[in-house]
């Protein structure tokens, strides 16, 4: 059963989809996601169905639909498909097929979006979810790695900390000079990183940044600084 185009559209848009961006639909059926986010949202596409009457179908409606030259369709494997170009990958295949590419979508690079028709990726929980007359799409941003040892620079004070990461989710410590402060509301979207823990002085610290490989920059209300280095 082929996604509706209400649907696709509001897919497209819960992943920020712009003519910047790589959109590669995995079992793209008769093309109509590829070649919507060509059509409404100026982006480069790549479908990639199995059956190779779809794809032939899905060809001939992307030189109609005039976004040819944007869009392709390969006779592919999805567990074979290269997305290492892919900004926006999408969906609608079944239960298992999703679990069995969770791996392949977390090795992604962070900020990828990921959006799914219907099938959840298991514990994996969603960034965001809409419906659509009455069916749900799924939207996932691939998070960076943060989990391991850092240090916070706080003015003149060095923090110790200590997280570890389930998908987005973050929990950890702050340690400063033997004093410890659970890690709070701590949360990846992408590579936006936010988290909250009490000082040394019993105050409340909100942080947020971005991690870039084993770095990180951010500020708090009270500091605009560069924070955070991995160890």
């Known amino acids: 059963m082929p996604t509706p185009y209400r649907l696709i559209e509001r897919m497209l848009q819960m992943a920020d989809t712009t003519g910047k961006d790589v959109v590669v639909d995995l079992g793209s059926g008769d093309g109509r996601i590829p070649i ?5 949202f100026g982006a480069r596409s790549l479908g990639i169905e199995y059956e190779a ?4 179908l899905s060809r001939r409606s992307a030189a109609r639909e005039g976004v040819a030259d944007r869009v ?3 006779r592919q494997d999805l567990f ?3 997305l290492s170009e892919a900004t926006v990958v999408t969906l609608y295949v079944n239960a298992e097929i999703m679990l069995a590419l969770r791996p392949r979508l977390l090795g992604l690079k962070p900020d990828t979006r990921v959006v799914s028709h219907q099938f959840t990726l298991g514990d994996w929980e969603a960034d965001e979810e809409a419906i659509v007359e009455g069916t749900s799409a799924y939207l996932w941003v691939v998070p960076a790695k943060a989990e391991g040892k850092w240090q916070l620079r706080l003015g003149q004070d060095i923090y110790e900390l200590q997280l570890q990461q389930e998908y987005q989710i973050l929990r950890g410590l702050a340690e400063h000079q033997g004093k410890r402060s659970p890690v709070f509301s701590a949360r990846l979207r992408g590579a936006d990183i936010r988290f909250l823990f009490v000082d040394r002085n019993g105050d409340p610290r909100s942080f947020s940044g971005r991690v870039t490989g084993d770095a990180m920059e951010g500020a708090s209300p009270s500091f605009s600084t560069e924070w955070g280095h991995g160890c």
């Open 53 to 56: 009457d779809l794809v032939q």
């Open 80 to 82: 074979e498909t290269d």
């Open 36 to 40: 919507t986010a060509a059509k409404k």
């Open 72 to 74: 392709r369709f390969l």
